[in-house]
């Protein structure tokens, strides 16, 4: 069973940054293609970026693209989102997610993709 923390989240203005952290307990992580979603305010969960085992490919929600990036360190077995640019529109509970694969470059962005979710980690734009 794969444990995973999401840390980062917060209250920033319209314009800001934010990086969020998501630490596995899995130490086979180097193994798991792994993405965040999002869930605003009174709407269904979406997605926001994913990658692949290796690290070599990503994929976005366009509504994020050249925005956000997301990336990996395998060593300290973490994913991380990189947030610029905030907007209002961001303001969600994020959430990662994790599966395990055997594909080395494939990037899952759909919800049923994942087998292990963690908590959430609230982000808040102010305009």
């Known amino acids: 069973q794969v444990q995973l923390v999401e840390s980062g989240g917060g209250l920033v203005q319209a314009g800001g940054s934010l990086r969020l952290s998501c630490a596995a307990s899995?130490?086979?992580?180097?193994?798991?293609?792994l993405g965040w979603f999002r869930r605003p305010p009174g709407k269904e969960r979406e997605f926001v970026a994913a990658i692949s085992w290796s690290g070599v490919t990503t994929n976005y929600a366009d509504s994020v693209k050249g925005r956000f990036t997301i990336s990996r360190d395998n060593a300290k077995k973490t994913v991380y989102l990189q947030m610029n640019s905030l907007k209002p529109e961001d303001t969600a509970v994020y959430y990662c997610a994790a599966r395990q694969v055997t594909s080395r470059t494939v990037a899952y962005p759909r919800e049923y993709d994942y087998d292990y979710w963690g908590q959430g980690t609230q982000v808040t734009v102010s305009s």
């Open positions: 899995e130490r086979t992580f180097s193994t798991y293609a």
